[in-house]
């Protein structure tokens, strides 16, 4: 995805499919797709067995909602109904299956590249 709304990214790529059948069909998407892709794309580089290989993600997640915590409330117009909202940062161990951190910032506030860095500093590894 390169940052626009889903509407203009199946547009820009041409895709016949609707916004709701991308977006139910990406949730069938293994885990393991990734892994292969991944190894594929980098698959002249050497890998060490020492180290894991790791993705990183931010996903927006809806709360319940709540129109007096002002930290996760959003209004979009006067007449639409609030919706509270965070973004989770996590850190996902491909080989294990497992996630090994995660970072929830104020949506108002998101900077992945900040998280990740927290994240990878925190590490054992």
Known sequence: MGGNTLAKELLDLDLPVSQSAFVQRRYQIKHQAFK???RDITSKIP?????????????????????????????????HTPYNLIHINALYNLEQEMYHDLRIQD??????????????ESCPF
């Open 47 to 79: 890998i060490s067995d020492n180290l894991p290989i790791l993705a990183v993600d931010g996903s927006d997640v809806i709360l319940p909602r709540n129109r007096f915590d002002k930290t996760t409330s959003f209004q979009t117009g006067p007449h």
């Open 36 to 38: 292969t892709l991944f």
């Open 107 to 120: 949506n108002r506030e998101v900077d992945e590249r900040a998280a990740f860095i927290d994240m990878m």
